[in-house]
């Protein structure tokens, strides 16, 4: 049986007085009910002066509000998302371990900034089984954001390869042939369409990446005449 009580009482004492202070210092009359000495997940998501941020700064794990019985649902509510999993992949491990990685990434990819903020961490990608195109998906067409988030992933794509062959001087085949995977590159698989409604042309991807026409074509695995919707025609024409 799961635990009502997602605080410590040092931690609940530490919470309350913070709140009352705040209270205090705002003076507006309808301030919300004090919290119980024991508070619940549900009172914790009902108060509007909880958050993420606070129960973070009071060393209140998310484990321990899973252990409580903390719903994906409420800790979004609270304000836990793809910051707090980028910051701390061992949050999106224990999220996807309790509601799975598709569940975990649709409730934390709200947002153009939520995709930026998870593509900062490599790990949190791969935990959560995310793709480029679904980050770049979640960038509801803002551009810049876009580039953003192809930049982070590309640097993790970059360390990646300089960790298999961190001299330069050649691998064995095995590794050479992982390498080769790698440099097909982020793009691989997030489809022309995708990048033509986020206005990543080729002069764009060319001019933030320095990716060629060809290299472009490869990393999307289509011939160059399929680039037409990123203004990039074949040569001759």
Not at 13 to 20: M, S
Not at 68 to 85: C, D, S, V
Not at 183 to 192: A, F, Q, T, Y
Not at 215 to 221: K, P, V
């Amino acid at each position: 049986m799961l635990h009502t009580q997602p605080l410590t009482t040092v931690q609940a004492q530490r919470l309350r007085a913070y709140l009352a202070a705040a209270a205090a210092a705002t003076n507006e009359p309808d301030a919300p009910t004090p919290l119980a000495e024991a508070p619940t997940i549900d009172a914790l998501v009902a108060h509007p002066g909880v958050s993420a941020d606070l129960l973070n700064g009071l060393d209140v794990a998310v484990a321990a509000l899973l252990h409580a019985g903390a719903t994906l649902k409420q800790l979004g509510e609270l304000g836990y998302g793809a910051r707090h999993l980028a910051r701390t992949p061992a949050v999106a491990s224990q999220l996807v371990g309790k509601f799975g990685a598709t569940s975990t990434a649709v409730a934390v990819l709200r947002n153009p900034q939520d995709a930026v903020d998870l593509s900062g961490s490599h790990l949190a990608v791969k935990t959560l089984r995310v793709s480029t195109k679904t980050l770049l998906e979640a960038c509801q067409g803002d551009r810049a954001s876009a580039i953003e988030v192809v930049r982070r992933l590309m640097a993790h794509d970059a360390e990646e390869r300089a960790a298999l062959d961190p001299n330069g001087n050649g691998a064995p085949s095995g590794i050479a042939q992982l390498r080769a995977k790698l440099r097909v590159g982020v793009l691989h698989g997030v489809g022309v369409a995708t990048l033509a409604r986020l206005g990543l042309d080729g002069a764009q991807l060319y001019t933030h990446f320095g990716i060629s026409i060809d290299d472009l074509a490869s990393a999307l695995g289509v011939d160059v005449k399929d680039l037409e919707p990123l203004g990039v025609y074949e040569r001759g024409q």
